[in-house]
């Protein structure tokens, strides 16, 4: 489920919490940058997350076997250039759990010319519906969504806003945001989670240990 304030995220632990990556192309990467978070297995996987996006896409979403594998190669160039915008370095990963490979990792200029190929594509139509709401033109393709996914990610990675790309601060945590505070001090993906983590564990660390009793 989507709104203004982010998608809800289940994590393996079952502790789930709202997310908000703050732009589109960034939270495309829920859908599986990371191999172990993988949910495109299928055209209807991808129709089915179009609509919980935060460009309130309506259901009728068409997707094909062209899309599914478009959505991956246009994933993979956002994960490498937003790693890149964020300066990323990832935690000790011994098991090799948390890898990150990819064809772009290396290759920023190989990830640009995927944006602009798949931003060159039309995107989805948006129309006044009889009660004069905003809406879109159905049915949307996924061709037409992937475009607005790429535009995003051109106004992201060709824009001042770049250098608020953070990685979560959080222990092994990889969510990727754009910090829109005023501040631009957001550290964590979530005060519920990675954030109130942090503040457990560092009033632990402060509290008196029993050794410590009565000096």
Not at 26 to 42: D, R, S, V, Y
Not at 44 to 54: G, Q, T, V
Not at 154 to 166: I, K, N, Y
């Amino acid at each position: 489920m989507n709104n203004a304030n982010g998608i809800l995220l289940t994590p393996r632990d079952g502790q789930t919490f709202r997310f908000d990556a703050g732009t589109l192309c960034l939270e495309f990467l829920l859908t599986g940058a990371l191999p172990q978070w993988e949910q495109l297995h299928a055209p209807e996987d991808l129709a089915a997350w179009i609509p919980l996006s935060r460009l309130g896409l309506p259901d009728e979403v068409v997707v094909g076997e062209a899309d599914l594998a478009g959505a991956r190669r246009l994933r993979a160039a956002i994960q490498a250039l937003a790693e890149r915008a964020a300066g990323a370095e990832y935690p000790a990963d011994p098991e090799g759990v948390l890898a990150v490979t990819d064809e772009f990792s290396a290759d920023p200029e190989g990830a640009l010319a995927v944006l602009n190929e798949f931003a060159a594509a039309p995107p989805p139509v948006p129309v006044v519906t009889p009660s004069f709401q905003r809406g879109w033109a159905t049915p949307v393709t996924g061709a037409q969504f992937l475009s607005a996914v790429a535009r995003d990610a051109v106004e992201l990675f060709g824009g001042p806003m770049a250098s608020r790309v953070r990685v979560c601060g959080g222990e092994r945590c990889l969510l990727i945001f754009l910090d829109t505070s005023r501040p631009g001090a957001r550290r964590w993906c979530s005060m519920d989670r990675c954030g109130n983590r942090y503040k457990l564990r560092t009033r632990r660390d402060r509290a008196p240990r029993p050794a410590d009793a009565g000096h």
